[in-house]
């Protein structure tokens, strides 16, 4: 388990970040963190990261899905950031044809 104090500095960059205070992080509420954690990823990457740290999938993260996102979140870093970009865009050849957009909770 995390130190208090960890997860203390965690609580206060939650309360930071979440700039509407409702308790809740929106995808572009933790956007900003993301660029600064992984500036080598893409919007469709990040998108991809907030969608791993909000477990619940509820369409926010939450203070206790945030504090594990980002103490144990690392895996999921490593991981999108060396995905081909090929496997998450098509090109606009492909839009209207047979292609088919991946499908996500956010309809990207």
Known sequence: LPKNDQVENLKRQFKELDLNQDGLLSFQEMDELLQTLAPQLSQGQRQK??????????????????????????????????????????????????????????GT
Request: glycine content about 6%; hydrophobic content about 40%; some cysteine.
């Open 49 to 106: 990261l907030f969608c791993a740290a909000d477990v619940n999938q509820n369409g926010v993260v939450e203070l206790e899905e945030f504090i594990d996102f980002v103490m144990y979140g690392k895996v999921a870093v490593a991981k999108i950031s060396t995905e081909s970009l090929a496997d998450t865009e098509t090109s606009h050849e492909e839009v209207g044809s047979t292609a088919h957009w991946p499908e996500t909770k956010y």
